[in-house]
């Protein structure tokens, strides 16, 4: 059983960040705040959701992006970071796992996901 204090101090937490509903399979645009030195700019880094695990503050998101010369690139986020400053679903994917690994090992045509059409 969790401490009651540490409840309401998440709930206070969670409730600043609005972050929108996507699972594993979905592209994402995640604005990253980059500080280097005194100064600091907002890099967009966009790619398919791979996982979600953890709840409340600890959550954490899996991106992976296919970078320069087709290497993929994995970022683990936490969902609720002062250096997220957005999340924006691009495109739902149909997939069937709640974690992605297999994607690691595909390339190209392979490694694309259909997307999810709603009614």
């Known amino acids: 059983m969790r401490n009651k204090y540490i409840e309401n101090f ?3 937490q969670l409730s ?3 972050v929108p ?25 966009e790619g398919v959701c791979i996982s979600k695990r953890g709840q409340g503050t600890g959550q954490t998101i899996t991106i992976r992006k296919i970078g320069a010369n087709g290497i993929g690139i994995e970022r683990i986020f936490p969902t609720y970071s002062d250096s997220l400053t957005e999340i924006k679903v691009l495109r739902r ?16 045509k392979a490694a694309r996901i259909k997307e999810l059409r709603r009614k």
């Open 21 to 45: 509903d996507f699972r594993a399979g979905d592209t994402v645009r995640l604005s990253v705040i980059i500080k280097e030195g005194e100064k600091s700019r907002i890099q967009a880094y």
């Open 16 to 18: 600043e960040k609005t």
């Open 10 to 12: 998440e709930k206070a």
């Open 93 to 108: 994917g149909r997939v069937r796992r709640a974690k992605l690994n297999y994607l690691r090992d595909l390339a190209g």
